[in-house]
């Protein structure tokens, strides 16, 4: 399925298709102070709508993960990093998804302050 997704004032903004079975909650430092629900999908498949630099990047600890956000309204709407095997994927955060259920779907919790 498609979807839309921006930060809070639309300044960031990209579609992905993909199946939204379930997300990931974190309780890292970032993430548990943010809230974010997670889906990690390509980072091919992610369209930006506008311009690249229009989300500002923010990295800590062993800066590997690229997290961004709106300069604008300081949303973070996707990440993007590596996946095991070397792969480019992005982490989206299905609470900035248009129209979607979010209490509908699943949540998986993973213990971000361990790994």
């Known amino acids: 399925m498609k979807y839309q ?3 809070h004032c ?3 903004s990209f579609v992905f298709d993909s199946e939204i079975k379930e997300a ?6 970032i993430c548990e102070r943010r809230g974010s629900l997670l889906i990690f999908i390509p980072r091919s498949e992610l369209q930006l709508l506008t311009p690249e630099e229009a ?3 923010y990295t800590f600890n062993k800066h590997t993960i ?3 956000f709106c300069s604008t309204c300081g949303i973070h709407p996707y990440g993007e990093g590596l996946d095991p095997q070397g792969n480019a994927v992005a982490a989206i ?3 900035c ?5 979010v209490a509908a779907i699943p949540v998986q919790y993973f213990d971000g302050k361990s790994a």
Do not use: F
Request: aromatic share 0%; charged share 20%; hydrophobic share 30%.
């Open 55 to 57: 989300a500002v990047t």
């Open 93 to 95: 955060n299905i609470r």
């Open 24 to 29: 990931l909650s974190c309780n890292c430092s």
């Open 5 to 7: 997704a921006s930060c």
């Open 66 to 68: 690229k997290h961004r």
């Open 97 to 101: 998804v248009e129209g979607l259920d």
């Open 10 to 12: 639309g300044n960031v």
